[in-house]
């Protein structure tokens, strides 16, 4: 007999959340001052992004003293990495992938920490996922004004990826979809992101592939004749980065989901 959902009493849905090195402390200690949001402690997991070596303009190692190289975090793209390293040296042999698995977790929703109005776990974006039997899906929110600073998820090829406003012309951004009537590139990236468990122990084979992202910053570093610190006021390097989204050329089951 088909048990009712409104019967279960006991279920629980726990929160993975990633943090960098500088925010970790700080936002476990929100966490708990906020009493873990009415969770049960438990069910609160706390891991960390990865970092890279911050590189000069010229490609060249930057130095945070004499002896340690300058990083920064690897971008919300080194989720599919921070998911396979072990949580703590003294669980070494727990991830965030074989808690889930512990857990009898087979789908997982993921969002980025811009989001405020994210509806969490969805039932209506999660269903639709399942249903298509998809590996990966993306909600995307549509696209009213054809000037709007934001990516979109397009085809190029024949491969999904998100399209960032600064490639499109403005010819193509403003392309209307006849047999709509809407704009032709209106899917607005707001990652908010499904996954199967399955797909996300296939990312490690994909990362290889992924070309990393750089981003012009303003990086502390040193002189290296004197030691003295050095804090630039005008961008003075380079942070490498991959973005959550770049998995999206190697997945063959993507479900997309279009909201107001």
């Not at 209106?186 to 199967?196: E, Q, S, W």
């Not at 990362?207 to 006021?233: C, N, Q, V, Y």
């Given at each position: ?7 279960v009493k006991d279920a629980r849905i726990p929160w993975y959340v990633m943090t960098s090195g500088p925010t970790r402390r700080e936002t476990e200690k929100f966490f708990e001052d ?200 005008e961008p003075n390097g380079m942070k490498l980065e991959l973005f959550v989204f770049d998995v999206f050329p190697f997945t063959t089951q993507l479900a997309i989901l279009e909201v107001?």
């Amino acid at each position: 007999m088909a048990t009712d959902v409104r019967d279960v009493k006991d279920a629980r849905i726990p929160w993975y959340v990633m943090t960098s090195g500088p925010t970790r402390r700080e936002t476990e200690k929100f966490f708990e001052d906020k009493s873990w949001f009415g969770l049960d402690k438990k069910d609160v997991i706390f891991f960390d992004q990865g970092v890279l070596p911050a590189l000069s303009n010229d490609g060249k190692l930057l130095m945070s003293s004499k002896s340690s190289v300058s990083v920064a975090p690897d971008g919300n793209g080194g989720l599919y990495a921070a998911i396979r390293q072990p949580l703590s040296s003294a669980r070494q042999d727990v991830s965030v992938l074989t808690d889930m698995r512990s857990r009898g977790i087979r789908y997982v929703h993921a969002y980025c920490v811009d989001n405020c109005l994210v509806r969490i776990a969805d039932p209506v974006f999660l269903g639709y996922c399942i249903e298509k039997q998809a590996a990966c899906g993306v909600k995307v929110v549509k696209k009213l004004d054809a000037q709007e600073s934001v990516g979109v998820l397009a085809l190029k090829g024949d491969a999904y990826s998100i399209v960032e406003y600064s490639e499109l012309s403005e010819d193509k951004a403003a392309a209307i979809d006849e047999s709509t009537g809407e704009l032709a590139f209106r899917a607005a990236n707001i990652v908010n992101h499904f996954y199967t468990i399955d797909f996300l122990d296939s990312v490690e084979a994909m990362e290889s592939k992924m070309a990393f992202h750089i981003a012009r910053k303003k990086i502390p570093t040193i002189d290296m004749s004197s030691g003295e610190p050095l804090k630039p006021t005008e961008p003075n390097g380079m942070k490498l980065e991959l973005f959550v989204f770049d998995v999206f050329p190697f997945t063959t089951q993507l479900a997309i989901l279009e909201v107001l």
